[in-house]
């Protein structure tokens, strides 16, 4: 009888998928329509670079099927796990309001979905539309487990710019020859910094300067005279990337799923995590031209595959077997270039910017490293001075509890976090330039599973300072259930008396990248209760720690209140 009822609600969401049919959503959020999807993780045996290897999967495709939807769409994602791995998704950029359950982050809102399980994802894109993601959030599985999620005006609500003859996806990855979790084991095992990627990639393929790729290479073909829209998603685990086109001009027009001003560059750069839509206007001779992606290289110890990928933007009617033009792109650590990128990031419109701030929290982020106290050192202590390399934000790694913290929250089950993340770290001094470097006794982080508590409704200033403790570098920090604005930021160590603050149209973003050997100020209404990890969006730094929690307490209403669990969530 339960699987009759079972096989009637699937029937059931179809139809209302196919007609349009409007459902109420969990937590009380209306939804326009409802899209229903179909995740099967699964493994898939793929040959690059003149190697075969299995890599996991949904629905055998890499990248992953794109998600499209319309603004305030309810979207309802079965994900069955046909792996023997962990698996969770989250949901990027998606804020996920009264729908804290469905965000995604292993340990954090659900625990894993185990092999041969299923767990259903039900949330509402309130009030959002543009260019987001979906990732696997569990090891260093969103490397090949990932998408595209398009969401769309509502009908007849035009784009604020001109209208462009076509879209196109433009997912930018990493590629290993190795098993990207024994990779992930490897590097926490050595205590050091993993591996550079074998390759980066543009919608999976590496392009014509790799080994065994002279036709693994991604086409965009065009027509003269035609505007392109780019959705560019930088998928990838930990590299932040530069991308071009040859003499060509990219027109950004949304950032992190927020319309922008215009803003015309010769390149962009874009970290892991972050999306942006570029105009492109197919205006040059008939010919084969190069879409290239290289590094940022913004730290200076961190080793970077340094080979480019290669896409072709490749007119109508050009020669098929051409050479094609190559691309220039900034020098590798060109820091004026991502500045110069981040100056034109203004809203689209005037925006009503809190003045008045109820909670400042200043955050220090940056690598440490640890003393050894294996017995083993010559394979377990292999960074500087035969220490062992950690991440922290005020001086605290952040480490994954056993159960997720929503549930203990819920649950009200202590002891697997707790409640004392501090409000500024316990030393203040030159972060950038006189931090201490004596490695690694004067630069070691506390362990913790701490989580900072704030009151609903609460304005929220954070100050992100990043160190040059280890290595100074940009950060992209990411925040889950919220986008913000980015009000300032600046080199060096903030300053609140010559700090210069948009307050008018500031950027209103998901992931910000903090300035190497700089500081960003962002601002937020705490007003979506649940469970929030904020965390660097570079996997490495993410496992060695570099993330924290907060936990928004219910509000007085109900639409301001955390709904009860899905009766599907997973058990650890």
Request: charged content about 15%; proline content about 7%; hydrophobic content about 40%.
């Amino acid at each position: 009888m339960a699987n009759l009822v079972t096989l009637f609600m699937m029937w059931f969401i179809v139809v209302c998928t196919i007609y349009n049919v409007k459902l109420l959503v969990h937590g009380s959020v209306r939804g326009e329509s409802t899209r229903f999807y179909d995740f099967k993780v699964q493994t898939k045996r793929v040959t690059k670079l003149c190697n075969s290897k299995d890599i996991v999967t949904v629905n055998g495709m890499f990248p992953g099927p794109v998600i499209y939807a319309q603004e305030d769409d309810r979207i309802i994602v079965k994900v069955t796990n046909k792996t023997p791995f962990n698996v969770t998704l989250h949901w990027h950029g998606i804020r996920q309001r009264l729908s804290c359950w469905y965000d995604g982050p292993s340990f954090i809102t659900q625990c894993p979905i185990q092999a041969g399980q299923s767990f259903t994802y039900n949330f509402t894109v309130v009030n959002q539309k543009g260019t987001f993601f979906w990732h696997a959030h569990v090891s260093w599985l969103r490397g090949t487990v990932h998408g595209a999620m398009i969401v769309y005006p509502k009908n007849k609500v035009p784009f604020p710019f001109r209208s462009p003859y076509q879209e196109q996806i433009i997912i930018l990855g990493e590629y290993w020859l190795q098993d990207l979790q024994e990779i992930e084991h490897a590097t926490l095992v050595s205590g050091g910094a993993p591996p550079p990627a074998d390759a980066y990639t543009i919608n999976s393929h590496p392009g014509p300067n790799y080994n065994c790729s002279i036709n693994d290479v991604y086409q965009l073909n065009v027509i003269p005279g035609r505007t392109y829209l780019l959705r560019l998603i930088n998928a990838g685990l930990n590299t932040e990337n530069f991308f071009a086109i040859a003499n060509h001009k990219l027109m950004i027009v949304e950032a992190d799923a927020e319309y922008t001003k215009p803003f015309m560059t010769d390149t962009v750069m874009i970290g892991p995590g972050q999306t942006l839509n570029v105009l492109v206007l197919a205006d040059q001779p008939v010919g084969k031209y190069s879409m290239a992606v290289a590094p940022y290289k913004s730290g200076k110890i961190v080793k970077y595959q340094n080979v480019s990928a290669i896409a072709y933007f490749n007119y109508i009617g050009a020669k098929s077997n051409g050479s094609y033009l190559p691309a220039k792109l900034p020098k590798l650590d060109d820091k004026l270039a991502v500045k110069t990128v981040m100056d034109g990031l203004r809203s689209l419109n005037q925006v009503n910017v809190f003045k008045e701030i109820d909670k400042n929290i200043f955050i220090t982020i940056g690598l440490n490293v640890k003393k050894c106290h294996s017995k083993s050192p010559k394979q377990n202590c292999q960074a500087m001075n035969n220490g062992i390399l950690t991440a922290s934000m005020n001086n605290i790694s952040f480490v994954h509890p056993h159960i997720s913290i929503l549930e203990a929250y819920y649950k009200k089950i202590n002891g697997s976090y707790t409640e004392d993340f501090p409000d500024a770290p316990s030393k203040f001094y030159d972060f950038v330039n006189g931090a201490p470097n004596n490695i690694p006794y004067d630069t070691e982080s506390l362990n913790g599973t701490r989580t900072k508590v704030l009151e609903y409704g609460t304005k929220v200033q954070l100050i992100l300072q990043n160190t040059g403790t280890v290595n100074i570098e940009n950060h992209p920090i990411h925040i889950h259930g919220y986008s913000f604005y980015v009000v300032g930021y600046g080199t060096g160590n903030y300053d609140p008396l010559t700090a210069q603050f948009n307050l008018v149209d500031p950027p209103y973003m998901n992931t910000i990248g903090v300035p190497v050997g700089g500081w960003a100020a962002v601002r937020f209404v705490a007003d979506n209760p649940g469970v929030w990890y904020m965390h660097c969006h570079i996997e490495v730094h993410q496992s060695w720690g570099l993330g924290m929690v907060f936990i928004v307490k219910n509000g007085k209403g109900d639409l301001q209140s955390l709904p009860h669990p899905p009766p599907d969530l997973p058990s650890c």
